[in-house]
């Protein structure tokens, strides 16, 4: 497992932007798939995007697509999410996940085996 903290969230109003950083710890992080879920009000967890080891492969879900950009920073150990046009529905608590294996973090019952506390971004309307 790697250790994983998120920062970069807050209020912002809609059409504006936000860049959520995932800081991650282990001597094998940099070898890790990692991704972004959020967590909405009253709704259950989902799926935001993934991004491969190296970079090469990112998945989005359909609700963020075009608006979203997934991204690593290896040297730093560091994965990025920038989001653009944000809109109310996208208010959540935003995590960051790992898993040595990146099917796991686009699969619909896949349970990533590293996770984040968690960074609130609010989203006014």
């Known amino acids: 497992q790697v250790q994983l903290a998120e920062s970069g969230g807050g209020l912002v109003q809609a059409g504006g932007s936000l860049r959520l950083s995932c800081a991650a710890s282990?001597?094998?992080?940099?070898?890790?798939?990692m991704g972004w879920f959020r967590h909405p009000p009253r709704k259950e967890r989902g799926f935001v995007a993934a991004?491969?080891?190296?970079?090469?492969?990112?998945y989005y879900a359909d609700s963020v697509k075009g608006r979203f950009t997934i991204s690593r920073d290896n040297a730093k150990n560091t994965v990025y999410l920038q989001m653009n046009s944000l809109e109310p529905e996208d208010t959540a608590v935003y995590y960051c996940?790992?898993?040595?294996?990146?099917?796991?973090?686009?699969?619909?019952?896949?349970?990533?085996?590293?996770w984040g506390q968690g960074t609130q971004v609010t989203v006014s309307s």
């Open positions: 991004i491969s080891w190296n970079g090469d492969i990112t």
């Open positions: 996940a790992a898993d040595p294996k990146y099917y796991i973090l686009v699969a619909p019952q896949g349970k990533p085996g590293s």
């Open positions: 282990g001597r094998t992080s940099s070898t890790y798939a």
